[in-house]
């Protein structure tokens, strides 16, 4: 019964790692090609539109997530979380929770299933249903944790080339508006992530609010220290009157310096990283290998000669 059980949830799990692998990677930019480069058309009528399995899927989602009771404060900090990972939509913070439920769901029904041919003791039982619940309720903050890091990471090390790029656009005339507008645009192929936070910054600007508050807005969205430091720097530069392409220039030889003294940092940090697997698999096999023949040999002679001194 156990190999029955935990192949039919491999196959369902590889199942629904292909199935979100082909929407992200065919379908999905299908969709937005077909949505920007194709024929428009001339009238549609809403009960003509076939509802598809995702969006029933979502809605679903949608749903769950809106019956969860939520303090201010809780919304707040998922909320932000959210946001610094990329999912800036108003219904991003009911699917979350959605997820959470229903994945909650599937690992306690999971463990439910296996409970039984895993130990006889009734409190393992129920401290694995327990522990079993506990991760899937816990796992997709993780696992949004995980997202922030990771789009935290990509900003900081695709800053240097925009701020490179900015400085050149300050320095050959252009307000720091324009700017911001330029970098985003020519390094939206090599680093869309940076590119759609700056344009949202330009957007922000012609929608009226003031340069300070929406830098501040970017600061906030990201969560990324760098970008804070950026933020800082042009907001007391644009403040002070000093010279921008100065600030600018001498913030990049900063981030220059900062990344080799990282990187001199983690290969100093190397030798001792290696000192345990060195110890623990290198040299005993080394041993084995020069020290293991020696031994043989000593053993074959030694022990007959150690029989016949006691004879």
């Known amino acids: 019964m156990l190999p029955i059980v935990l192949s039919s949830f491999l196959f369902i799990l590889l199942l629904t790692v292909i199935t979100v692998y082909g929407y992200r990677a065919y379908v999905r930019p299908s969709r937005i090609y077909d949505r920007v480069g194709g024929v428009a058309d001339i009238a ?22 809106e019956q969860i009771p939520l303090s201010p404060m809780e919304q ?7 946001i610094m990972a990329g999912f800036r939509s108003d219904a991003a913070i009911r699917m979350f929770y959605g997820i959470k439920v229903m994945f909650c769901v599937v690992m306690f029904l999971f463990a439910l299933t296996l409970h039984r041919h895993i130990t006889d003791n009734p409190v393992l039982r129920i401290v694995f249903l327990v522990a079993a619940t506990g991760f899937g309720y816990y796992a997709p903050a993780l696992y ?3 997202l922030v890091k990771k789009r935290q990471t990509e900003l900081r090390l695709s800053l240097p ?26 390094i939206e192929q090599n680093h869309p992530g940076l590119s759609d936070e700056l344009s949202l910054v330009g957007l922000e600007m012609r929608a009226g609010k003031r340069r300070g508050e929406a830098l501040r807005n970017l600061a906030d969205r990201t969560g990324e220290p760098e970008l ?5 720097i042009l907001i007391q530069t644009d403040r002070f009157g000093t010279s921008m392409g100065e600030s600018l220039r001498t913030h990049s030889d900063f981030m220059r310096l900062r990344r080799k003294q990282e990187a001199e940092e983690r290969a100093a940090k190397v030798g001792v990283k290696l000192v345990f697997p060195i110890f623990l698999f290198i040299l005993p096999s080394m041993m084995l290998v020069a020290a293991g023949p020696a031994l043989l040999k000593v053993f074959q002679d030694l022990f007959p000669m150690m029989q016949n001194f006691g004879k």
């Open 44 to 65: 549609v009528d809403p009960d003509s539109v076939s509802v598809k399995p995702r969006d029933v899927v979502v809605r679903v989602f949608e749903q769950i997530g």
């Open 76 to 82: 707040t900090v998922t909320r932000r979380d959210l």
């Open 144 to 146: 949004l944790e995980s």
């Open 161 to 186: 080339d925009a701020l490179d790029m900015m400085v050149v656009s300050v320095e050959a005339g252009l307000g720091l508006d324009q700017a911001l507008q330029y970098v985003s645009r020519e």
């Open 228 to 232: 804070r430091k950026l933020v800082a």
